[in-house]
C-alpha cells in the first residue's frame, strides 16, 4: 500500500469516514452479498494532466480494508504516469473486482484524482505561458491537510514547491513589517534569529520598499501587486543584487504578460486555492 505523511492518510479517512459513515444504502441494496463484480474503466471528459493515481488507488484499497465479508479484490491499472498530458477521450485507467467496493470508494477516489489532476493541468498551462527561463511556484494557500498532495500536484505539472509550511523559509510579508516598524528592522531581526542557511524574502508593494529591501540585504524581494511598468522598473533597480519574485492575482490570464521581465520567481495561490477539478469519469462496462 501507498504510503503517505500522518496528516495526508489522515484527510483520506476523514473523507472516506464522512462519506461511509452511516453506510451506503444505495449499494448494500442491490449487491450486499459481495459476489457481484464489475470492471470499466476511467476516462479523461477534457484535456488534462493526470496526477493523483497513488491517491485513487490508495482509496480503493482502504475501503477494500474496511470491508466485511467475502469481497472480491479490487485492481486498478492506471495506464498513464502521474503528469502525463492526456487528450480529450484518453482512456486513464481499467478497473475490476467487487461492484461493492468499486461503488462505495468511486466519489471518495474520484474526488481526489480530479483535484489533483486539476491542480496540474492549471499548473502546466500556467507555466507554459511563463517559459522556460520563470519558475513557477504554488503558495500556502492551500486547504488544510492538502497541502503534501497539493505540491506533489503542482511539480506534476512542472512547477515548484515555495516553503512547505512557516518553518521553511524566512518570508517577511506587510504585516511583519508594521510589527517590526520597518522593512529595515524587520530584516535585521530575522537575520539574527534564523539559522544562516535560510535566505530571508521580502514582499514589497512600491519602489521605495525595493530600495529599503535591497539597503537591508533581502536576499529574494517579492514584488507583490504591482503593475507591468513598475515592476520592470523595480527589476532594473535591483538587477543582480537579489533574486525576483512576482506575486499578486497571478493567473494563466496575466501570466503571459510577465514573461518578458528578469525574474526568477511567479508565485501564484490560484494554483491551489481557486483549482477547478478535473473532469474526469468512472464508467462500468455493461
Do not use: W
Not at 474526488?111 to 507554459?128: D, E, I, K, W, Y
Not at 506534476?156 to 510579508?173: A, D, E, Q, T
Amino acid at each position: 500500500m501507498q504510503t503517505f505523511s500522518p496528516i495526508t492518510e489522515q484527510i483520506i479517512e476523514l473523507a472516506l469516514t464522512e462519506d461511509l459513515v452511516a453506510g451506503d444504502m444505495t449499494t448494500d441494496a442491490i449487491c450486499d452479498d459481495g459476489r457481484r463484480t464489475s470492471r470499466g474503466y476511467l476516462v479523461a471528459k477534457a484535456d488534462i494532466v493526470l496526477c493523483g493515481q497513488h491517491v485513487f488507488e490508495y482509496v480503493v484499497e482502504k475501503v477494500q480494508n474496511r470491508a466485511f465479508g467475502a469481497f472480491e479484490p479490487v485492481t486498478v491499472e492506471f495506464l498513464h504516469p502521474d503528469g502525463a498530458r492526456l487528450e480529450k477521450g484518453t482512456k486513464i485507467a481499467t478497473f475490476s473486482g467487487s461492484t461493492n467496493i468499486l461503488l462505495k470508494a468511486e466519489r471518495t477516489a474520484l474526488n481526489f484524482l480530479q483535484h489533483m489532476s486539476g491542480v496540474a493541468t492549471q499548473t502546466h498551462a500556467m507555466a507554459q505561458l511563463l517559459g522556460p527561463k520563470i519558475k513557477l511556484v504554488n503558495t500556502r494557500k492551500v486547504l488544510a491537510g492538502m497541502r503534501e498532495l497539493d505540491h506533489y500536484a503542482v511539480q506534476c505539472g512542472g512547477g515548484y514547491s515555495h516553503r512547505f509550511n512557516l518553518g521553511g523559509g524566512v518570508m517577511i510579508k506587510d504585516n511583519h513589517i508594521a510589527a517590526a516598524g520597518s522593512i529595515t528592522k524587520a530584516v535585521s531581526q530575522c537575520r539574527e534569529f534564523a539559522p544562516h542557511t535560510l535566505k530571508i524574502e521580502v514582499e514589497v508593494t512600491s519602489l521605495d520598499e525595493v530600495r529599503e529591501a535591497l539597503a537591508a540585504g533581502a536576499d529574494i524581494i517579492m514584488l507583490d501587486n504591482m503593475t507591468h511598468d513598475v515592476m520592470k522598473e523595480a527589476c532594473d533597480i535591483i538587477g543582480n543584487r537579489a533574486l525576483i519574485e512576482i506575486s499578486g492575482n497571478v493567473t494563466v490570464e496575466s501570466a503571459e504578460q510577465i514573461r518578458d521581465l528578469r525574474v526568477q520567481y511567479v508565485s501564484s495561490g490560484s494554483l491551489t486555492h481557486s483549482v477547478r477539478a478535473a473532469d474526469i469519469s468512472m464508467l462500468f462496462e455493461r
